[in-house]
């Protein structure tokens, strides 16, 4: 019987010789694939941890949003001018003290006569150069000293908390509030207060399981452990940072892995899968369905407060960029505000009337209006609004 020496002696050059042609199959791979990686293998060409990190948060630069017991979250005051990124380039982001995307500081704000206050999510808060942003060229146009609170992920609910805090820092109401509606800000209050902020990065609490219509929360720790290993890979252990190591460079080891039987986790909607079961048309159950009560119970913080704080409220409905010209997408929503006494405009007629076509006005691969339908939309409000 062969001795272990001898064994060992017979399969090293076996063995030298087949890890030699792995690693020749996994250099010709690597050399010779897309640098997007492989469809079918979603590791390969990929940093597991910053693909984790990603997975966990949006897309928000660290340390622009601070949590909050009541929100959830809310814009950090007195941010220095950092980079905002997204799929169509970038632009400059910052906040005041009072912790709103805009250059105006308290003190001016307290020394306005009068002053007109933006509120609603993204929208209101830019997505684009502040300067353009809609709030920013309203207020160009129309001379008006302009408050601008935006914040982006948000509901009407989340817009009314930060306006009550922000009008008592000021110390007296505005003139008007023009309130900013987009189609899935039902599902932000439906779910709030639905996001935090952990280590920096803003971290939605909840997944939407679409078939038993219900928010699930998400394993929080995790979420920490993946952020933590995102911002230090070398925090983790030798073993996990090898595997990384080899899912991301080694085609042999990720087509190893398909064969290895792994437990997928159920797929979840972001809140935003809410949105799905709301129509805003006509006589189609926004006034009356479960889904929207929260949002419509907001709106009514907002229409009762302006009653008694003697501002006007103008909300301005903004479209998906799918229906950005379907003058009737809003249709139902716009009777239901009638009924309500509140001045609205929906921005789909503008649009349509412009003849305008939807790049000319959204971004080509986001959804939200580029610099140019910002400008439109803002100047199409002070054209509008004449006292």
Request: charged residues 25%; proline residues 4%; contains cysteine.
């Amino acid at each position: 019987m062969p001795s272990l020496k001898s064994l060992f002696r017979n399969c090293l050059p076996i063995t030298l010789a087949t890890i030699g042609t792995l690693a020749v199959v996994d250099f010709v791979g690597y050399v010779s694939s897309p640098s997007e990686g492989i469809t079918f293998l979603p590791a390969y060409k990929k940093n597991r941890f910053q693909e984790k990190l990603n997975a966990a948060v949006h897309y928000f630069p660290r340390g622009y949003n601070v949590a909050d017991p009541v929100m959830g979250f809310d814009i950090q005051k007195n941010v220095a001018p950092i980079t905002f990124n997204m799929a169509d380039g970038s632009f400059p982001i910052f906040s005041n003290e009072i912790g709103c995307f805009d250059r105006h500081t308290l003190a001016e704000i307290k020394s306005a006569k009068n002053y007109d206050y933006f509120a609603g999510d993204s929208f209101a808060w830019g997505y684009g150069n502040y300067e353009q942003n809609i709030p920013s060229t309203y207020e160009k146009i129309s001379g008006r000293f302009t408050v601008k609170c935006g914040i982006i992920h948000s509901g009407q609910r989340h817009q009314f908390e930060k306006f009550q805090r922000t009008i008592k820092l000021i110390g007296h109401p505005p003139k008007r509030v023009i309130l900013s509606f987009y189609e899935n800000d039902v599902a932000n209050d439906y779910a709030y207060p639905h996001t935090t902020v952990i280590e920096g990065y803003e971290v939605d609490t909840y997944k939407f399981d679409a078939v038993q219509f219900q928010l699930l929360p998400r394993d929080m720790n995790q979420i920490k452990e993946d952020i933590l290993a995102g911002i230090n890979p070398k925090s983790q252990d030798w073993k996990t940072r090898l595997d990384s190591w080899l899912d991301g460079h080694s085609l042999t080891w990720n087509l190893l892995k398909i064969g290895i039987k792994q437990t997928k986790a159920k797929e979840l909607a972001t809140i935003y899968g809410i949105s799905e079961g709301v129509n805003y048309g006509k006589d189609k159950g926004y006034e009356s369905a479960e889904v929207s009560k929260k949002n419509r119970e907001a709106l009514d913080l907002w229409i009762n407060d302006a009653k008694k704080q003697n501002y006007e409220l103008i909300l301005i409905l903004i479209p998906p960029k799918l229906h950005y010209a379907n003058t009737i997408f809003y249709g139902g929503l716009r009777d239901y505000l009638s009924s309500k006494k509140v001045r609205n405009y929906d921005l789909t007629e503008p649009f349509y009337e412009s003849k305008k076509r939807s790049e000319e006005l959204y971004w080509l691969n986001d959804g939200h209006l580029n610099n140019e339908g910002n400008v439109f939309v803002g100047q199409f409000i002070s054209e509008k609004i004449k006292n």
